[in-house]
């Protein structure tokens, strides 16, 4: 997470639960790349389910800042 935030990374993409709420709390945008392993959870952390769904979701929170 340190690094994360040194490094000044704003948005993630991970398939770990628990990456997604550690980096979440420090304010990096985080999304939650589906998985048999966090199916559990539920929809958070805006679950995408392609590579395609996360780039098309980023394309779309840029031209909105």
């Known amino acids: 997470v340190s690094s994360a935030k040194e490094m ?10 628990e990456n997604c709420v550690e980096l979440n ?3 990096i945008k985080t999304y939650l790349y589906t998985a048999s392993h966090n ?11 392609n590579m395609e769904q996360f780039n098309k979701l980023i394309s779309i929170n840029k031209s909105n800042v």
């Open 8 to 17: 000044g990374i704003e948005v993630f993409l991970d398939d770990k639960f």
């Open 25 to 27: 709390a420090v304010g």
């Open 39 to 49: 199916l559990k959870y539920g929809n958070v952390f805006n679950r995408v389910n």
